[in-house]
């Protein structure tokens, strides 16, 4: 099992539990971004930059992951398409995506869409906390283990 990190708008927080959990587990991890990212040196973990441009990063995880591997995103698009082939896909806070959920969450995620290029203030996602930040690092370590 690779990881693939979709990496422009994930958590610092969470990039350090996945360096550990790369080097702990000796499995590839590989962090997809628009931008240069800085990341340990280590045999397991490598970036990849992709050109600027909407849904870039995306469409590149997207068309190289394989099935078994693990996606990290909050993309819900993208979660469905490697769920699609065959991936997991895991949110930073912690959520599994699973055939059973994505199809209510891209519903959700298409609603509130609407909302807001219709004009309507919907807010943002609260702000990151510890307990997101225990509940991604509490759901890799079993998918890790149960990949194991």
């Not at 990849?48 to 995306?58: E, R, Y």
């Not at 068309?63 to 990290?72: H, I, R, T």
């Not at 896909?89 to 959920?101: F, K, M, Q, V």
Request: charged share 25%.
């Amino acid at each position: 099992m690779q990881i693939w990190v979709d990496a422009d708008a994930c958590p610092g927080v969470i990039k350090e539990i996945l360096y550990r959990a790369a080097e702990r587990t000796r499995r590839p991890l590989v962090l997809v971004a628009n931008q240069w990212l800085k990341v340990p040196p280590s045999p397991y973990i490598r970036s990849v930059q992709v050109p600027k441009g909407f849904d870039v990063a995306d469409r590149h995880i997207a068309d190289a992951v394989q099935s078994g591997d693990l996606v990290v995103t909050a993309d819900i698009p993208l979660a469905a398409a490697v769920l699609e082939k065959g991936a997991r896909a895991l949110n930073p806070r912690g959520e599994l995506y699973t055939p059973d959920n994505i199809r209510q969450l891209l519903d959700m995620r298409n609603f509130m869409d609407t909302l807001r290029s219709s004009g309507v203030e919907t807010g943002g996602p609260p702000a990151f906390s510890h307990a997101d930040r225990q509940a991604f690092a509490n759901q890799l370590d079993r998918l890790l283990a149960a990949a194991a």
